[in-house]
């Protein structure tokens, strides 16, 4: 299947620091990717959806501004926290579609990424 | 919209015994079903699907689900557990219909196998 890799797998930061988590999709073109979140012992809730060359979708509720989606090319996605506090803290995951299973359904995600804000 | 309600935070069961996972969906439009499993601290890992055609649909790891659409149900079964089955487990449904391939996930089923 598809393979979808994310760095940094961990990642600790100060407060009011920003840090960049990068998604990439190593063997397929991905004009979309989504972000979720996953707080401890919790479902993911979907963030945005990144498409390449264009502005990010977000969900309701989920600030542009703290979390800056890059989508500069078809194999790299990338997801700005923003002046973090410890509040962003969480487990941050990213999927893609592969486009060549279009219609299939199936997203292929991340290993998944860490971050811990102090 | 869509939905997704897994019964069950957690299940227990011991090796050899059946596993069930259940998974019920609400949606409008034909869905597309999924389970996939999460190991501690990595992403997730597709089980199964079920898109069209036949309703049994067989995945890795012995892992199997039936899409009853009269229930609303994608209920998850093993037949015997074993311990590298010790995992979270979600359920979720996109609508087969929209190219966005958005995906809605149930809250997780945590599962743990005794010895």
């Known amino acids: 299947g598809a393979v979808v890799s994310q760095h940094p797998s961990r990642v600790i930061c100060k407060s009011g620091t920003s840090v960049k988590i990068e998604c990439r999709s190593l063997d397929f073109q991905a004009t979309t990717m989504f972000w979720y979140r996953q707080f401890p012992k919790q479902s993911l809730m979907l963030m945005a959806t990144?498409?390449?060359?264009?502005?990010?979708?977000?969900e309701q509720g989920v600030e542009k501004d703290k979390f800056l989606i890059n989508h500069a090319s078809l194999t790299l996605s990338t997801l700005t926290v923003t002046s973090a506090h410890p509040e962003d803290s969480s487990f941050y995951i990213c999927?893609?579609?592969?486009?060549?299973?279009?219609?299939?359904?199936?997203?292929?995600f991340g290993e998944g990424s860490r971050l811990t804000v102090l | 919209a869509q939905s997704v309600t897994q019964l069950g935070s957690h299940v227990s069961v011991s090796e050899g015994a059946l596993v069930l996972l259940r998974c019920n969906y609400s949606s409008s439009v034909p869905p597309y079903l999924f389970w996939y499993v999460q190991y501690p601290n990595q992403g997730l890992q597709l089980l199964l699907k079920?898109?069209?055609?036949?309703?049994l649909v067989k995945g890795i790891n012995g892992f199997e689900a039936e899409f009853k659409k009269s229930e609303t149900s994608f209920h998850l079964t093993k037949p015997s557990a074993h311990m590298s089955d010790a995992a979270e487990y979600f359920c979720a449904v996109s609508d087969a219909r929209a190219a966005g391939n958005k995906l809605t996930f149930g809250g997780g089923t945590r599962v743990l196998v005794k010895p």
């Open positions: 990144s498409n390449e060359g264009s502005k990010a979708t977000y």
């Open positions: 079920y898109t069209t055609g036949a309703t």
């Open positions: 999927s893609a579609r592969d486009p060549r299973l279009a219609g299939k359904g199936e997203l292929f």
